[in-house]
């Protein structure tokens, strides 16, 4: 499975869009990008995922450039209780496995 | 209803000590997987079931035993363990194996071995 690179911080003001940068330069034509995140102590939540095209939903937006070697989740209006770690995941690959391996994540703090 | 059930929450136990920590759903989920999560760390993969077959052992060691009874069951069997085994223990469920198919975790259980 492909590697991800993401920021290990960041901040966002309350009430303003959170957009997280995620790096998978050498993913394949058949890998997803998945998206979860994690509250202190609770399982992983799942966000949202996508093969090519932009994706949304009720919790955020998923957008994969063109090339797919990178994407950005945005949280379109950060709440406080959208604190967490973040981790952007990419999954398949010719094993299709269906792993799912996590990297270090992105600690967003959401600010008054 | 994405629920993935773990119990129990907390569970301490000796180095001596057997015990079992269980996981089920009603999803009608074929593939189930077991990861462990230290403090601060992300989650690291143990196990992956693919209809009630283990298809992934990440050089677990024995002293973890998963077990799948059904396919809405997963066991993950104690015994002899070190106090380095202490950590959050994860169980996480799927439609099947096919990467296009979202993963959802349960809040997990919380093993201190003293």
């Known amino acids: 499975d492909a590697k991800t690179t993401q920021p290990t911080s960041m901040d966002c003001a309350e009430g303003r869009a959170a957009n997280l940068p995620c790096n998978h330069s050498?993913?394949?034509?058949?890998?997803?990008v998945y998206w979860y995140r994690q509250i202190h102590s609770q399982g992983p939540q799942y966000i949202i995922h996508g093969l090519k095209n932009n994706e949304t939903n009720e919790m955020a937006s998923l957008i994969i450039t063109e090339d797919r070697k990178s994407s950005t989740l945005i949280l379109p209006h950060a709440t406080l209780r959208d604190t967490a770690v973040y981790y952007c995941?990419?999954?398949?690959?010719?094993?299709?496995?269906?792993?799912?391996?996590f990297g270090q994540g992105t600690t967003l703090q959401v600010k008054p | 209803d994405t629920e993935v059930t773990q119990t129990p929450k907390h569970l301490v136990m000796g180095m001596t000590n057997k015990k079992s920590l269980k996981c089920e759903q009603h999803m009608g989920h074929r593939a189930m997987y077991w990861y462990k999560q230290k403090a601060k760390k992300p989650p690291e993969l143990m196990f992956v079931y693919s209809y009630e077959k283990l298809s992934i052992n990440e050089s677990v060691p024995s002293r973890f035993s998963p077990e799948c009874p059904n396919s809405s069951l997963l066991n993950l069997h104690l015994h002899a363990l070190q106090p380095e085994d202490s950590a959050l223990y994860l169980c996480?469920?799927?439609?099947?194996?096919?990467?296009?198919?979202?993963?959802?975790f349960g809040e997990g259980s919380w093993l201190t071995v003293v």
């Open positions: 050498t993913i394949s034509g058949n890998e997803y």
């Open positions: 996480a469920s799927t439609l099947n194996r096919y990467s296009g198919n979202t993963i959802y």
């Open positions: 995941i990419v999954r398949g690959g010719s094993s299709n496995t269906g792993k799912l391996i």
